[in-house]
T-cell receptor, first 113, second 110 residues
Framework: KAGVTQTPRYLIKTRGQQVTLSCSPI?????VSWYQQTPGQGLQFLFE???????NKGNFPGRFSGRQFSNSRSEMNVSTLELGDSALYLC????????????FGEGSRLTVL | QKEVEQNSGPLSVPEGAIASLNCTYS??????FFWYRQYSGKSPELIMS????GDKEDGRFTAQLNKASQYVSLLIRDSQPSDSATYLC??????????FGPGTRLSVLP
């Protein structure tokens, strides 16, 4: 059974640019959530999607957005990148909306120069 | 503000000893609790979940939950060097998002 797949794994951007990250959940999982992980802040919740609808949103500025497609694949976008956006972005899938266990992808490591 | 607190460590134990990891949470409405293990440079992986008061055992791992004290713990028996990792505690309030603690770094010394 394939796990959660995130692309790209690594990327380097400059300030002001935008970035789109992709996540394919485990087959049959309908919920996808996104987290930002930094050494200083730990794992911070960004948002959760279930059945193509954003169900929960964390305390991040509007530059961070996402969406989910009918096949449960999800993308997140960060516009007008800032140095502080450098982080590991983790996607996690679960069977239902915020129930049960989360299964994480390997993450997309973003470096903003 | 929902919070999950953990001692950041590092917690060092000798090989074969019991490692005890602790976690407290602020939201009394939290219903489900999870322990994730994260190796350096890797993503978190679920090792235990616990939903009701008491102990839950899985192999060398035992999770303990005390909702009255808002306290969750993870015991690792017969600790091995391969257990060296950061352990993340997470709380879930149904219908809301997971809240993760900052993690405790465990080092098992051969």
């Amino acid at each position: 059974k394939a796990g959660v797949t995130q692309t790209p794994r690594y990327l380097i951007k400059t300030r002001g640019q935008q970035v789109t990250l992709s996540c394919s959940p485990i087959s049959g999982h309908r919920s996808v959530s996104w987290y930002q992980q930094t050494p200083g802040q730990g794992l911070q919740f960004l948002f959760e999607y279930f059945s193509e609808t954003q169900r929960n949103k964390g305390n991040f500025p509007g530059r961070f957005s996402g969406r989910q497609f009918s096949n449960s694949r999800s993308e997140m976008n960060v516009s007008t990148l800032e140095l502080g956006d450098s982080a590991l972005y983790l996607c996690a899938s679960s069977r239902g909306q915020n129930t049960g266990e989360l299964f994480f992808g390997e993450g997309s490591r973003l470096t903003v120069l | 503000q929902k919070e999950v607190e953990q001692n950041s460590g590092p917690l060092s134990v000798p090989e074969g000893a019991i490692a005890s990891l602790n976690c407290t949470y602020s939201d009394r409405g939290s219903q489900s609790f999870f322990w994730y293990r994260q190796y350096s440079g890797k993503s978190p992986e679920l090792i235990m979940s616990i939903y009701s008061n008491g102990d839950k055992e899985d192999g060398r791992f035992t999770a303990q939950l005390n909702k009255a004290s808002q306290y969750v713990s993870l015991l690792i028996r017969d600790s091995q060097p391969s257990d060296s990792a950061t352990y993340l505690c997470a709380a879930l309030l149904y219908g809301q998002n997971f809240v993760f603690g900052p993690g405790t770094r465990l080092s098992v010394l051969p």
